[in-house]
Structures are given as C-alpha cells and as structure tokens.
C-alpha cells in the first residue's frame, strides 16, 4: 500500500538518494511515486513486487474471463463441449478413441 507520507519523492531526490531508496522498495514492498516540477511522473517498483501485481492482473483477468463465459452459458450462448469436441476432431482428423 502506498503511504503518501514516505512514498513520494521527486526525480531528484530519488537520483540522490538511489540506494536508500532502492533498500527501501526491496524491504516494504510499496512502489514509489517520482514527481517532476510537483506532479507525479514515474512509479517505481521492485521486480518481487511487480510480479507479483502481474501475476495478481493474470487471476484477475481469468476470473472475468470465467465470468464472461457463464453468463454467456446462462444467456443460451455457446454450443455443448461434445459438439465442440465432434468439430475439431473432424477438423483436424483426430481419430476417435475405440
């Protein structure tokens, strides 16, 4: 979580200041907002943490997808797996198990 009270530096601070920040990132986890002339500009995160927020984007993202294709399931949309299955096995000429 951002703390606005130590997680906001300007560009220039953060060139003077790297490696404490840096240490700083790696040990809380939190990004940092890098200002310009006042205004937020950069965010600055450490690799552990940034994963982590793709890889917690990635669930997100199969979740909605899951959703999406349940209420279509529900709205009558799609057709039945095994007709689904019929189609692609005559399309790529997949032998059907004996």
Not at 28 to 38: A, D, K, Q, R
Request: without cysteine; aromatic residues 4%; hydrophobic residues 35%.
């Amino acid at each position: 979580m951002l703390d606005l009270s130590k997680d906001i530096h300007s560009l220039t601070d953060f060139k003077r200041k790297t490696g404490t920040l840096v240490k700083r990132l790696r040990k809380t986890g939190h990004p940092l907002v890098l200002t310009v002339n006042g205004r937020a500009e950069l965010v600055v995160q450490d690799a552990r943490s940034y994963q982590k927020l793709l890889d917690w984007m990635e669930r997100i993202e199969t979740i909605a997808g899951v959703r999406r294709g349940l209420e279509e399931m529900e709205a009558g949309k799609g057709r039945p797996a095994k007709e689904v299955l019929e189609d692609m096995r005559r399309k790529y000429k997949i032998p059907r198990d004996r």
